[in-house]
């Protein structure tokens, strides 16, 4: 497995429509749209940056995980996400390599992607998710 690029960095936030306003009119991003993800409580925010992307992400509920993150730790960075072409092999190497892992199966992630996250215990405390987007 090798990572193939930085896919995205998810920010969490507490009012999405306030803070994309500030990618907008501070920054000059565009958005390029945004959806809901029920399986996360999470409404996101796209925003391209050359070959990347920012991901600005609003909890849609009091539980959700967007939520705890703000609770615990304030708006800020939540996630870093690394493009791989399997996700599945991805996965197996991640436990080749003795990472433990939030998904043991891919699922479902915002614009379409296959998901999967590493435990921060096994990243340095740094959320990574991988991504596979066809």
């Not at 998810?10 to 990618?23: C, H, N």
């Not at 996400?81 to 991805?90: G, H, P, R």
């Amino acid at each position: 497995m090798k990572a193939l690029k930085v896919d995205h960095i998810g920010i969490a936030v507490k009012d999405l429509d306030e803070t994309i306003k500030f990618y907008q009119d501070v920054l000059g991003l565009e958005l390029h749209g945004s959806e809901v993800v029920e399986e996360q409580k999470v409404r996101v925010a796209f925003l391209p940056v050359g070959d990347t992307e920012v991901e600005l992400l609003e909890s849609t509920s009091e539980d959700g995980p967007i939520a705890k993150f703000i609770e615990k730790n304030g708006e800020g960075v939540q996630h870093i996400a690394f493009k791989v072409d399997d996700i599945e092999e991805a996965i197996e190497y991640m436990h080749s390599k003795g990472m433990k892992m939030i998904d043991e199966t891919p699922r479902y992630g915002a614009g379409g992607a296959k998901i999967a996250f590493v435990h921060p215990k096994s990243s340095h405390r740094v959320l990574v998710e991988l991504c596979e987007r066809k």
